[in-house]
Structure formats: structure tokens, C-alpha cells
């Protein structure tokens, strides 16, 4: 039978433009799903470089405007990778025009923003999707599976922590489409929306709303030189959070994460502690999941290494044969496959841009807290 196209719009090209332009070629060779991946344009300033970009990929077209690229009859999904101050703009324009959005996490600059987007999506009626690529880990998803099954009994304990090391160079300048992450007029904030985002976007799918919590910040290096003005300028993204939370389900929280533990490049770790068993998840093995179980024979109790790649486990039977593992780029590739899923059942696939902006919303008050140095209570969607 013949597949539906979907005529990709991909606005932005570094990392992540990689990471989903892999995404949407594997896709069809590994899921059975009625639509067919097309990389029709992408889309960035330097004309140059988005040529060499979309000859590399396979991109049909390129374009150095994106409001043309939102504009255009032959584009039916808009794929927003660019820094985060352009997210909202790009997508409230795509959904006016009436095109499906994928956009790059964190949804917004902030919750106000992404209620806008929200609205807009809304109003709009299109599909929409935000990449917090994590949940589709096959050990990430089988944790959640656990939870939903009942196994671990009413949760206690969740912790999770994102570490990196690469911003410990007081000499590294801020801005520029290498360091936005550095700069908060692009960025919002720092490991707050970078990456605490994605523990959070993790915690909330598995654990349920958080209703308070409690944070601190710092910024260890206060003034960077600016890429694009030459200037030394104030730091004002946070280096480091740390927060505490309370889940809605009583289950009490820590969540930290750094651009300065040196040593660790992307440690993405959680944990869960429940009445009858816990739960561990490491990004640097991210096919086990570690698993104790205390209804276990007590002889033989004891934490269990569950390499996740059978074929009854999430995605697994799509890839290879039982017992060979893949990798973090599986966890995009699956994410496609989940939105196109979507598409076809009209079950639309999470996080939709209204759960995203739960994330958003505890990010708000994680940064507000850290201001005022009281607990926080987190906004409500609507
Ligand atoms: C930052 O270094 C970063 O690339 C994040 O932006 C990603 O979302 C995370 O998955 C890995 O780290």
C-alpha cells in the first residue's frame, strides 16, 4: 500500500537537526506505519552551510528565512531546532499555518510563553509533539511500565540527577550558535531548562504532577565574553540547581544537576523507591535497568541487571535480535515512530506540547524558588 508522505520542515541544524533528520530516515525501515518520512527543506541563516547541511541528509530544498519555510503549500510538518527565544514565535506561526510541530525541548523561555504555544497548537488543531527524547529509551519506558504494573507499591522516594562538566572553562565566551546555552536572552535559563527539563519531563510521565519544591542556584562564573557583541557580559543562566520537590502522590523528591561535575559528561541517573522494589536508570548504560525486588526469595534477593533488549521489551522487536543493544539515537527514532502512531490511531503521541509545559511550569517555579528561597508551589496548565 502506498505510504502517506509527510513532508518534513526542519528549521535549524546542529545538533538535534541530526539527531531528528535520523531519525525520519530510519523510521520507515524499522516501524510498519502508513505515512513515509520526506525531507523536503531545512532551514537556517547561513546559506552556505544549510546547503552543505541538506546535501549531506538529503533535504530536497533549503531555506534561510523560516517564516517562508512556514509559509510553504509543500511543507506539512514543521520541526523546530533552534535556540529556545525562537521557539515560541516559529510555532504559534506553523500552527496558524495550519502545520504539525515537533519542537526541541525545553518547549519554551518560561510557562507564560508556552501557554501561548499551547493556545496556539490548540486553536490550531494540529499535531504536536515535544523531543524529550528520554522517555523512549527501552529501560526508561520498561521503568514506567514497572510503575503503571504496581510492582513497586506506593513510591516513596524519587531522585534524579543530570551532571556535566563542560562549562568549567571561565574562558568559554556565551552566544553564537555554538554557546546559546550559555546566554539566557537565547537560552531562559541553564541546567534548569537544558537539563533538569528532561528529569523532570521523566519524572512527571512516571511519578505524576509535582505540587511544590524547593531550590537553590548558582552561577560559579559570573561574566563570560559575548560571542556576538565581543563584550564581557553578566552570566545569567544558573550553572547548577538543586531542588527538592514534593510529588502529589505524597512521595517526597531530589533533583540536582551541574555544568561542573568534572569527570561526568551527560549522567543522566534516577531512581525510584517504592514499598516493594526499586528502580535505577543510569544514561551511561542506558539499556539496563537495575530492579530489586524484596518479595524475592530472600536467598536470592538482590538488585537485578536487566539488559533491555528482548522483543517483549519497549521497541525492542523492532531492532535486532534479543540480547544486541542500541543506543541514545534510537531514542528519536522512536519518538517518530510514536508521533506517526499518533497520526495514524488519533492518539496523539506524548509529551504534546500541554504536557511540556508541565515541565515548563515546574521549571518556573524551581527558578522562582531559587529567587525568593521559599517553597514554591507549581502553576496548574489551566
Ligand atoms: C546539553 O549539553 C545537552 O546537549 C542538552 O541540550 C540535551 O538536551 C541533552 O540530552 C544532552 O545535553
Not at 517562508?68 to 499555518?97: M, S, T, W, Y
Not at 551532571?163 to 555554538?178: E, F, H, R, S, V
Amino acid at each position: 500500500m502506498a505510504k502517506k508522505p509527510i513532508r518534513i520542515g526542519l528549521i535549524g541544524y546542529g545538533f538535534m537537526g541530526r539527531a531528528h533528520s535520523n531519525a525520519y530516515l530510519k523510521v520507515g525501515h524499522f516501524f510498519d506505519l502508513p505515512y513515509e518520512c520526506v525531507l523536503q527543506a531545512v532551514c537556517a541563516r547561513d546559506e552556505a552551510k544549510v546547503r552543505d547541511f541538506a546535501q549531506r541528509w538529503g533535504y530536497a530544498s533549503v531555506e534561510t528565512d523560516w517564516r517562508k519555510l512556514v509559509q510553504r503549500d509543500d511543507i506539512d510538518l514543521v520541526d523546530i531546532c533552534v535556540p529556545n527565544h525562537l521557539h515560541a514565535e516559529i510555532a504559534i506561526a506553523a500552527a496558524r499555518a495550519g502545520k504539525m510541530i515537533l519542537c526541541e525541548k525545553p518547549l519554551a523561555m518560561n510557562a507564560a510563553e508556552g501557554r501561548k504555544m499551547v493556545a496556539a497548537v490548540e486553536k490550531a488543531g494540529v499535531p504536536n509533539m515535544v523531543w524529550y527524547n528520554y522517555r523512549r529509551v527501552p529501560a526508561v519506558t520498561l521503568a514506567k511500565q514497572l510503575v503503571d504494573e504496581g510492582r513497586l507499591g506506593r513510591i516513596f522516594h524519587y531522585r534524579a540527577k543530570f551532571l556535566q562538566d563542560w562549562t568549567i572553562n571561565p574562558d568559554l565566551p556565551q552566544g553564537g550558535t555554538a554557546l546559546w546555552r550559555l546566554d539566557v536572552k537565547a537560552a531562559g535559563s541553564g541546567v534548569t531548562g537544558d537539563l533538569l527539563a528532561h528529569c523532570i519531563d521523566t519524572a512527571l510521565w512516571i511519578n505524576g504532577r509535582i505540587a511544590k519544591v524547593c531550590a537553590m542556584t548558582e552561577t560559579f562564573i559570573k561574566e563570560r565574553k559575548h560571542v556576538e557583541t565581543g563584550k564581557v557580559e553578566k552570566v545569567g543562566i544558573d550553572d547548577a540547581c538543586a531542588f527538592l520537590a514534593r510529588f502529589e502522590n505524597g512521595s517526597l523528591a531530589t533533583f540536582e544537576s551541574t555544568r561542573y561535575a568534572r569527570g561526568h559528561k551527560a549522567l543522566y541517573t534516577f531512581e525510584i523507591n517504592g514499598e516493594h522494589a526499586s528502580l535505577f536508570w543510569d544514561l551511561h548504560d542506558l539499556h539496563r535497568l537495575q530492579y530489586f525486588d524484596h518479595r524475592d526469595p530472600s536467598v536470592v534477593r538482590g538488585w537485578r541487571s536487566i539488559h533491555v533488549s528482548d522483543a517483549d521489551q519497549p521497541y525492542m522487536k523492532h531492532w535486532w535480535v534479543p540480547g544486541l543493544q542500541i543506543g541514545y539515537e534510537h531514542s528519536f527514532v522512536h519518538q517518530v515512530a510514536d508521533f506517526l502512531k499518533g497520526l495514524e490511531t488519533g492518539q496523539p503521541a506524548r509529551p504534546t506540547f500541554r504536557d511540556a509545559l508541565e515541565t515548563q511550569l515546574v521549571c518556573d517555579a524551581v527558578l522562582k524558588s531559587a529567587r525568593t528561597g521559599r517553597w514554591e508551589k507549581v502553576g496548574t496548565v489551566s
